[in-house]
């Protein structure tokens, strides 16, 4: 049993190490005084999370397949968003305070999910099916919901007086965590259904990777290790973030790639179980990852960066700059425009891809 243990969750065994080895090395004077040192730590460490993310992505998949979907989504977003916490949360206590960062963070987030993920998955779908269908209740769901969270959350910020923004800081609060739960119970209860395609779902029972009944899938294991790994990645990249917090400072380059280095990490367990679904023609589940971690990077780490503000009374700016408003409106119109009809194709995700490419330009200029 042990060795089978040790067999199938290198993953795990292979990132306890790091953390328990390398990490406490990191916070040395040797280490702190060479840059080429942090970097080769900061590499070290962001493949080993990136490595630790497949044994996310493993979990997770035979947890979805035991309970359905969508609650197998729910469980890989709500372990990436508990990431993402953290590593801002991090960054927020670590060196000056900076009020922008859990924004960055946030609009990288949407961007790559929206923009990389999704339309590098459209493209190549498109290229290998042709045609990807999945049900376009789920993303007129998801839509509504994000087009709304934004709206509040990162664009109304913009025109709030100075004077009333405290305020509107526990409104928002409220506000998202309040719509959050009731669209969890709307998507888990009475419109579950919303969140299904059934010719795919039938398909995928035919031909499962694991060929695994799903009675004979320990729900409490996989769980308890999906947990587990998440807690280790969750030290890991609470180190790592103050390494780009460094970076960022010793290097001068642009603030903004401190959250698109974020947003990767937080991106990479439900990306690459995204892309898996894809090229098996799983629009359906690339869908309820891709919109749902945007719903919950939008609705769960606002709250979460406001109130981890208040308690260490230090500001946290959530408007959106100019450029990022433009890339944000324009990338939901055209999400909307191109999942209007139930079926996703190599256009739409060229166009997707392009914008996520205009974005990383952006960065630098």
Do not use: W
Not at 33 to 54: K, N
Not at 202 to 230: C, F, N, Q, W
Not at 348 to 363: A, E, K, P, R, Y
């Amino acid at each position: 049993m042990i060795a089978r243990f040790l067999r199938n969750e290198i993953p795990f065994i292979l990132a306890l190490l790091v953390m328990l080895l390398l990490i406490p090395l990191s916070n040395t004077p040797v280490i702190e005084s060479s840059l080429l040192l942090e970097g080769i730590v900061f590499l070290v460490i962001f493949a080993v999370i990136i490595y630790a993310a497949m044994g996310v992505v493993h979990h997770a998949e035979l947890l979805a397949h035991k309970f359905g979907e969508p609650y197998g989504t729910m469980i890989l977003t709500f372990s990436a968003v508990t990431v993402e916490i953290i590593m801002i949360s991090a960054m927020m206590l670590h060196g000056d305070a900076d009020p922008f960062i859990a924004r960055d963070t946030i609009f990288s987030t949407l961007m790559i999910l929206l923009n990389g993920l999704t339309g590098l998955i459209m493209l190549l779908g498109g290229l290998r099916y042709g045609e990807q269908k999945y049900n376009i209740r789920s993303t007129n769901s998801f839509f509504s919901m994000i087009l709304g969270l934004v709206g509040v959350g990162l664009l109304l910020p913009l025109v709030i007086n100075a004077g009333n923004y405290h305020i509107f800081e526990y409104f928002l609060i409220s506000v998202c965590l309040l719509l959050y739960i009731f669209f969890l119970r709307m998507q888990s209860k009475e419109h579950n259904f919303y969140f299904k395609f059934e010719k795919l779902s039938a398909k995928e029972k035919r031909g499962h990777d694991e060929g695994t009944d799903p009675k004979k899938i320990s729900g409490l294991y996989h769980t308890l290790m999906l947990v587990l790994t998440i807690i280790v990645i969750s030290i890991m990249a609470e180190d790592l973030s103050v390494y780009v917090d460094d970076g960022i400072s010793k290097l001068g380059v642009p603030s903004g790639i401190a959250g698109l280095i974020i947003a990767l990490i937080i991106v990479s367990p439900e990306g690459l179980t995204a892309i898996r679904a894809g090229l098996k023609d799983d629009m359906q589940r690339v869908i309820n990852i891709s919109l749902g971690s945007m719903l919950s990077t939008v609705a769960l780490t606002i709250p979460a960066v406001l109130i981890v503000g208040l308690f260490i009374k230090q500001d946290v700016s959530l408007g959106l700059t100019p450029v990022q408003s433009v890339m944000v409106v324009i990338s939901l119109l055209i999400g909307i425009q191109s999942c209007k009809d139930g079926e996703s194709n190599a256009l739409q995700g060229f166009i997707h891809f392009m914008l996520f490419i205009t974005f990383v330009f952006l960065l630098f200029i």
